[in-house]
């Protein structure tokens, strides 16, 4: 087995393995900021106005049948 060859294999390899590590780390930090959001979100504002802001249509309308 040509030795060069094993060595850059095993440098992409390494590479990869860092690279996937770096962007996972990433994503780790993004949905951590995401979720001290969201917290602070829920702590400060109305259960109704958080709900109003997830379905906006609702209970806009009331049918009525006389």
């Known amino acids: 087995m040509d030795i060069a060859l094993l060595s850059m294999a095993l440098s992409q390899g ?4 860092q ?4 962007v996972m780390k990433k994503a ?3 949905a951590e900021q995401q979720g001290e959001a969201l917290q602070k979100l829920m702590s400060t504002a109305d ?3 958080i ?3 997830a379905q ?3 209970g ?4 009525l049948k006389l």
């Open 51 to 53: 709900q109003q802001a």
């Open 60 to 63: 806009g309308n009331v049918d």
């Open 19 to 22: 690279a996937s590590m770096s």
């Open 14 to 17: 390494q590479l990869q393995q």
């Open 28 to 30: 780790m930090g993004n």
């Open 47 to 49: 259960t109704k106005a």
């Open 56 to 58: 906006p249509h609702l």
